[in-house]
């Protein structure tokens, strides 16, 4: 699987994006990592616009020669802007620019929920699939891993790797679900958001300079408070 897509809200990207995005060049196989900020996720409503969130992720990947950044949700949500997209959608659409052997990033939490996303489970049919794991929390990606199995939906294929049963929807060859490890600090955007909310400052150490700079310069997250 050369290409693999990592998306996400991305409200605000934070330096555990860019570490977990590093952490996949060590997978055997990947060759390069496509960043696909998402525009109306259904099960999210971003805190910020659309174009903030880009220029934020254009920061936070910024100097990667291998990251490549996808706009084809934002896109699509500029052309029907109360339109949700779906990874149904995406990943098929995406198919077109990338081949069929595309594999889609998510973390164990996702993977704990994939049963109530858009066409499931022929979703888990139009691409294969990269589960971060992170050390030392393994519970909620093996409760995942198990209804996924209990359902009929994966079977076990080798060492952290699962075959998805049926025929691949779309291009490409039969859909393996892996699980990778990721040593990406525990960070999260929503603790950012908080942060900023109650004090005006980003936590220590969780965001890209350029990126800390474009949150004062557009005061987002209803920071007060200057900026240092």
């Known amino acids: 699987m050369p290409i693999v897509i990592f998306g996400g809200t991305f409200d605000p990207p934070h330096l555990g994006h860019r570490a977990a995005v590093e952490g996949l060049f060590r997978n055997p196989g990947v060759d390069r990592v496509v960043v696909l900020p998402a525009a109306n996720p259904p099960l999210k409503i971003p805190r910020t616009s659309a174009q903030d969130r880009l220029e934020m992720v254009r920061r936070t990947f910024q100097n990667m020669p291998d990251v490549e950044i996808n706009e084809l949700e934002l896109e699509r949500s500029r052309a029907q802007p109360d339109q949700p997209q779906y990874s149904y959608d995406t990943m098929l659409a995406l198919q077109g620019s990338y081949g069929g052997d595309i594999a889609l990033v998510i973390g164990a939490d996702q993977l704990e929920t994939l049963p109530s996303w858009s066409r499931f489970p022929e979703v888990l049919r139009v691409c294969h699939w990269i589960v971060l794991e992170r050390k030392g929390h393994p519970e909620a990606l093996g409760r995942a891993l198990q209804r996924l199995k209990e359902s009929g939906a994966i079977v076990?294929?080798?060492?952290?790797?699962?075959?998805?049963?049926?025929?691949?929807?779309?291009?490409?060859?039969?859909?393996?679900?892996?699980?990778?490890v990721t040593d990406a600090p525990m960070?999260?955007?929503?603790?950012?958001?908080?942060?900023?909310?109650?004090?005006?400052?980003?936590?220590?150490?969780?965001?890209?300079?350029?990126?800390?700079?474009?949150?004062?310069?557009?005061?987002?997250?209803?920071?007060?408070?200057?900026?240092?």
């Not at 004062?216 to 997250?221: D, G, I, T, V």
Request: charge should be positive; charged fraction near 25%.
């Open 187 to 228: 960070i999260s955007s929503t603790y950012i958001r908080e942060a900023l909310t109650k004090t005006g400052l980003p936590p220590a150490d969780c965001l890209h300079p350029q990126v800390a700079a474009y949150l004062k310069e557009r005061k987002l997250y209803g920071s007060r408070v200057e900026l240092t």
């Open 156 to 180: 076990l294929h080798g060492d952290r790797e699962w075959r998805i049963r049926g025929a691949p929807i779309g291009q490409g060859s039969p859909r393996r679900l892996t699980v990778a």
